[in-house]
C-alpha cells in the first residue's frame, strides 16, 4: 500500500507542474460553459415547462462539470501507458515488485486529481459570483455537500477502474486507438457529458441510471445541483459502489490474465 | 495544385498500411460526431422547437454547418500540428524550398481519418436537406453553394490564425479550439438563440452568422433575399488571417534543434 501511496504522491506532484497548461484550460473551459448555459437558456426560454431540472440546477450542473472535467473526461486516458504497451518499454514496469494494475490506478487517479485541483477554484469562484440563475449555487444542505463530496470520489474511482480496462484491453489488441476512441465516445455520451441524464426521454434514462457510465460525473453533479436526493441518492449511491467494486474486479482478473500471456513488442 | 496533388497521394499510400487502425479510428470519428446529432435528438424529443426553429429545420442547420467545418478540416488540419513544427525546427526545411510555405506545411500531414466525420456530414447533410420541408429553388441551392465556399474559407481562416499564433508562442493555444471545434460544436443550432451579443460578435468580430445564420433565414424564407450573398462576403475574413500570417513568418526566429 506504501508504496502506491509513494506513487500517488508522485505523479501528484508532477501534474502540478504544468500551471500554463491549466491557466489555458481554465480560460477555454469558461468559455465552454457559457456557450452550453447559453444553449440550455434558449431552451428555457423557448419552453419552461418541459425542462427537467430547474434552470438554476443546469447552470450549477454545466459549472461543476466544467470545474471538474479533469476528473470525469474519458478522453483523458494516459498516452504514456498506451506507448508503454505499444512500444515494449512494458517489460521495465514488469521488472518492478509492484502490481500493474494497483501502480497505474494509483498513477491515473493521482494525473486525474492534480489536474483538478489546479482548475477547479478559479471556476468555482467565478461562477459563484456571477448573478443568479447563471451562475454556481450553493448546496441544499450541508449533507448533500458530504453527499457530494463522497459520491465525486466514487465517481473519479469509477472512471479510473473504466479506463483501466481499456488499457488493459489494448493488451490483447496491440494498437489501443481503436477500442480507445470507441470507449470514449460511448463514456461521453452515456455518462450525461452530451447532454444531462435528466434530458433523456424517461425510458431510457431508467435505463442508463443503471449502466456503470451514470455512476461517474452524473450523481455527484446532480446531487450537488439538488436534482439527485434522498432515497434516489442513496440508491445511486449504492449503485456507485457497487460499479466501483465489479469494475476494479474485471480489471484485475484481465491484469491477471493479460500477465499470463503477454509478449513484448519490439525492443 | 498538382504538388498538393502528390502530397495527397502519398499521404494515402503511407497510410494504407495501417488499414485496421485507420478503419477503426475512422469508426470512432464518426461515433464522436454522432454523438451530437444524438444529444440533439434527445433534446428534441423533449423539446418542440427552439427560438422558433423546428427539429428539422435544425438539422438542416447542423448538417450545412459540419458540412463546412469538415471540408475545411480536411483541407486545413496540417496547421493543427504547426506548434511540433515549429518547435522541431522543420518550418526551417519549408522555408527554403522554392514554392509557398502555406503550401508545403498543407502537405506536410493530409489527415485521412476525418473521413469518417465528414462521412458523418455527408449524412447529416443529406438527411437535413430531406426532411427540412424547404422549397427549393435555384436560388436557394446557390445560397446553399455559396455557405459551402464561405465556410470553408472562414473555418480555413481561423485554422490559419491558429498556426500564425505559433510563430509569436511557439507553443499551440488551446484557447483557439473554442473558435474551431467550439464553433462546430454550438453552430448546431442557429447563432441567433444564443442571444443578441453573441450574434453581433459572431457578425462582426469572426463572420459565423454570416455562413450560417443569415443565409439560413433566407433557405426558411425567412430573411431577406440578399442574405444568400452575404458567405461571399464572409470569404475576405481570410484576408486578415493571411496578413497575420505574413506578419508571423516575417517574425520567425528558428527554435532550432
Excluded at chain 1, 473551459?29 to 434552470?55: C, H, K, L, N, V
Excluded at chain 2, 475545411?72 to 518550418?91: L, Y
Excluded at chain 2, 519549408?94 to 503550401?103: A, K
Aim: aromatic share 18%; charged share 15%.
Amino acid at each position: 500500500m506504501k508504496k502506491y501511496l509513494a506513487f500517488f504522491r508522485l505523479r501528484f506532484s508532477m501534474g502540478l507542474q504544468y500551471r500554463a497548461a491549466a491557466f489555458a484550460g481554465v480560460v477555454t473551459q469558461f468559455a465552454w460553459a457559457g456557450m452550453e448555459i447559453m444553449m440550455f437558456r434558449a431552451f428555457y426560454r423557448t419552453d419552461a415547462a418541459s425542462f427537467p431540472m430547474t434552470f438554476q440546477a443546469t447552470c450549477a450542473y454545466v459549472w461543476m462539470q466544467q470545474a471538474f472535467l479533469t476528473l470525469f473526461m474519458a478522453w483523458m486516458m494516459e498516452n504514456e501507458i498506451f506507448d508503454l504497451i505499444v512500444n515494449g518499454n512494458i517489460s521495465y514496469e514488469l521488472c518492478r515488485p509492484v502490481n500493474i494494475y494497483n501502480m497505474w490506478f494509483s498513477r491515473s487517479l493521482a494525473n486525474r486529481l492534480s489536474k483538478a485541483v489546479l482548475r477547479c477554484l478559479p471556476i468555482l469562484l467565478v461562477a459563484a459570483f456571477l448573478p443568479a440563475p447563471y451562475g454556481l449555487m450553493l448546496p441544499a444542505s450541508p449533507l448533500a455537500f458530504l453527499l457530494f463530496l463522497f459520491t465525486l470520489f466514487a465517481g473519479v474511482g469509477v472512471t479510473v477502474a473504466f479506463c483501466m480496462l481499456v488499457y488493459m484491453l489494448s493488451f490483447f489488441t496491440i494498437s489501443p486507438a481503436g477500442i480507445r476512441i470507441v470507449a470514449v465516445s460511448m463514456v461521453e455520451f452515456l455518462s450525461g457529458a452530451t447532454i444531462p441524464l435528466p434530458f433523456f426521454p424517461e425510458k431510457v434514462r431508467a435505463f442508463l441510471e443503471l449502466l456503470p457510465f451514470a455512476s461517474m460525473q452524473n450523481v455527484p453533479l446532480r446531487i450537488y445541483s439538488g436534482d439527485l436526493s434522498g432515497a434516489a441518492a442513496g440508491r445511486a449511491l449504492f449503485l456507485q459502489l457497487f460499479w466501483l467494486f465489479a469494475l476494479i474486479g474485471m480489471g484485475r482478473l484481465l491484469d491477471a490474465f493479460a500477465m499470463k500471456k503477454i509478449t513484448i513488442q519490439g525492443g | 495544385m498538382r504538388l498538393y496533388g502528390k502530397f495527397f497521394v502519398m499521404h494515402l499510400k503511407s497510410l494504407l498500411e495501417y488499414k485496421t487502425s485507420f478503419f477503426l479510428t475512422c469508426i470512432g470519428q464518426f461515433l464522436v460526431s454522432f454523438n451530437v446529432f444524438l444529444g440533439m435528438y434527445f433534446m428534441f424529443q423533449r423539446f418542440s422547437n427552439v427560438e422558433g426553429f423546428t427539429y428539422n429545420e435544425v438539422l438542416l442547420c447542423f448538417g450545412i454547418t459540419l458540412m463546412e467545418f469538415s471540408l475545411a478540416e480536411s483541407v486545413a488540419r496540417g496547421f493543427d500540428t504547426f506548434d511540433n513544427m515549429i518547435k522541431q525546427g522543420e518550418f526551417d526545411r519549408v522555408l527554403v524550398r522554392p514554392r509557398h510555405e502555406i503550401l508545403l506545411v498543407l502537405g506536410s500531414r493530409i489527415e485521412f481519418s476525418r473521413i469518417g466525420r465528414i462521412m458523418q456530414a455527408v449524412v447529416m447533410f443529406i438527411y437535413g436537406f430531406a426532411v427540412s420541408g424547404v422549397r427549393w429553388t435555384p436560388a436557394k441551392v446557390m445560397a446553399v453553394l455559396f455557405m459551402l465556399i464561405g465556410g470553408t474559407v472562414v473555418f480555413s481562416g481561423l485554422f490559419l490564425i491558429y498556426a500564425s499564433i505559433c510563430f509569436f508562442t511557439i507553443e499551440g493555444l488551446e484557447f483557439m479550439n473554442v473558435f474551431t471545434d467550439g464553433a462546430r460544436e454550438y453552430g448546431k443550432y442557429p447563432v441567433s438563440i444564443y442571444g443578441k451579443r453573441i450574434l453581433q460578435i459572431c457578425t462582426f468580430v469572426i463572420p459565423y452568422a454570416l455562413i450560417q445564420y443569415y443565409p439560413f433565414l433566407f433557405l426558411l424564407d425567412r430573411g431577406k433575399p440578399w442574405y444568400c450573398l452575404l458567405p461571399l462576403a464572409a470569404c475576405l475574413f481570410i484576408i486578415p488571417c493571411f496578413l497575420l500570417w505574413k506578419l508571423g513568418v516575417r517574425h520567425y526566429t528558428s527554435s532550432g534543434s
